[in-house]
Antibody
């Protein structure tokens, strides 16, 4: 059974940084691409970033490009999202998702999310 | 990277069929056959219902079907059931390792 457990969320002031992590289990982690998707409570889904199985293919939403960095550690079955220069509009529930394939194409299985609140 | 366009809400009675449209551009929906649909119940994580425009993951009822014409993808739910009441989101690959979601559609089963 695929299991994805996000951590690292919390309350942070604008301009500060936060690092999210996702611990994966139940599948061969280094065979699959991974995604970060966020959702403001009560609002829609927004794709944030994706990374291919080998980290060779990485993409970002325009809204976070230059501020967020996605990375993965296949030896530790973990996915990370380094979020710098946070803004109030980054406040959301952040989901980690496994792709159907090894490249960034189709988010398939999702974790339960970790909440990030950016406020002064 | 503009969000795909979905109707804010649709509704139908049990047993009826409903279709949710998802309109993008030639840079996303129209350019790739990597459209997916997700169902999300309140307080829950999204669940993949359709991928590659029209394929169903194991365990998804065949009442759910997907299609695409030009820049518009569609999700059809036939034989509506009470448990289908949820939010539905489309998603498309948009090139250069990026994805874009639709704004979401609230399905109400009357």
């Amino acid at each position: 059974e695929v299991r994805l457990e996000e951590s690292g969320g919390g309350f942070v002031q604008p301009g500060r940084s936060l690092r999210l992590s996702c611990a994966a289990s139940g599948f061969t982690f280094d065979d699959y691409a991974m995604h970060w998707v966020r959702q403001v409570p009560g609002k829609g889904l927004e794709w944030v970033s994706g990374i291919s199985w080998d980290s060779a293919g990485i993409g970002y939403a325009d809204s976070v490009k230059g501020r967020f960095t996605i990375s993965r550690d296949n030896a530790k079955n973990s996915l990370n999202l380094q979020m710098n220069n946070l803004r109030a509009e980054d406040t959301a529930l952040y989901y980690c998702a496994k792709d159907l394939t090894g490249v960034v194409l189709i988010p398939e299985s999702w974790g339960q999310g970790t909440l990030v609140t950016v406020s002064s | 990277q503009s969000a795909l366009t979905q109707p804010r809400s649709v509704s139908g009675s049990p047993g009826q069929s409903v279709t949710i449209a998802c309109t993008g551009t030639s840079s996303d929906v129209g350019g790739y056959n990597y459209v997916s649909w997700y169902q999300q119940h309140p307080g829950k994580a999204p669940k993949l219902m359709i991928y590659d425009v029209s394929k169903r993951p194991s365990g998804v009822p065949d009442r759910f079907s997907g299609s695409k014409s030009g820049n518009t993808a569609s999700l059809t739910i036939s034989g509506l059931q009470a448990e289908d009441e949820a939010d539905y989101y489309c998603c498309s690959y948009a090139g250069r390792y990026t994805e874009v979601f639709g704004g979401g559609t609230r399905l109400t089963v009357l």
